[in-house]
T-cell receptor, first 111, second 115 residues
């Protein structure tokens, strides 16, 4: 069983929709949670990071962490065609620098 | 401020050859990590260097090695290439291990194709 599970999609939504992306994890040692966006032929770009359970908002993006359920989410409001990319969750333990990534969810926002 | 620079962007090698990939981190960043990205396995951690010392290593065979120079630039080397080594190799940098809690900055990667 993988340490981090993420539905690879693909996920296709109309412009303006609310998108929900999720990851589950099994290792309670993970303490830091990040979301990356990766466009085709590019490296991952950090979108958001969070440490504690709860919500963190940045513009149209909201990251949600539920440590008790080992479940993290990224919500995108008013989705735009430019949001079309692969979204990766990344988790990190308290010590050390290794990130463990989910498989990534491929998102397409249709105009 | 320049980002993480990886060279070359694309590379085609033959089985059995060796290859060296280069990464220049963001100016001032001292921690450099390498990841391999493939469609089947996703992003997998290779190793991490800080101040010229390897701090952490992933579950890859000894054919994969790396080093970091005094200016924080890093190289990774893969010897005796196999078809399965075809992947996007990504380099990521951060100021230090603690700052990695807030995410790394990745380069655009080197696309290696082994034929």
């Amino acid at each position: 069983q993988k340490e981090v599970e993420q539905d690879p999609g693909p996920l296709s939504v109309p412009e303006g929709a609310i998108v929900s992306l999720n990851c589950t994890y099994s290792n309670s040692a993970f303490q830091y949670f990040m979301w990356y966006r990766q466009y085709s032929r590019k490296g991952p770009e950090l979108l958001m990071y969070t440490y504690s359970s709860g919500n963190k908002e940045d513009g149209r993006f909201t990251a949600q962490v539920d440590k008790s359920s080992k479940y993290i989410s990224l919500f995108i409001r008013d989705s735009q065609p430019s949001d079309s990319a692969t979204y990766l969750c990344a988790l990190k333990p308290h010590s050390g620098s290794r990130l463990t990534f989910g498989e990534g969810t491929q998102l397409t926002v249709n105009p | 401020k320049a980002g993480v620079t990886q060279t070359p962007r694309y590379l085609i090698k033959t089985r059995g050859q060796q290859v060296t990939l280069s990464c220049s981190p963001i100016s001032g960043h001292r921690s450099v990590s390498w990841y391999q990205q493939t469609p089947g396995q996703g992003l997998q951690f290779l190793f991490e260097y800080f101040s010229e010392t390897q701090r952490n290593k992933g579950n890859f065979p000894g054919r994969f090695s790396g080093r970091q120079f005094s200016n924080s630039r890093s190289e990774m080397n893969v010897s005796t290439l196999e078809l399965g080594d075809s992947a996007l190799y990504l380099c990521a940098s951060s100021l230090a291990e603690r700052q990695a809690n807030y995410g790394y900055t990745f380069g655009s990667g080197t696309r290696l194709t082994v034929v």
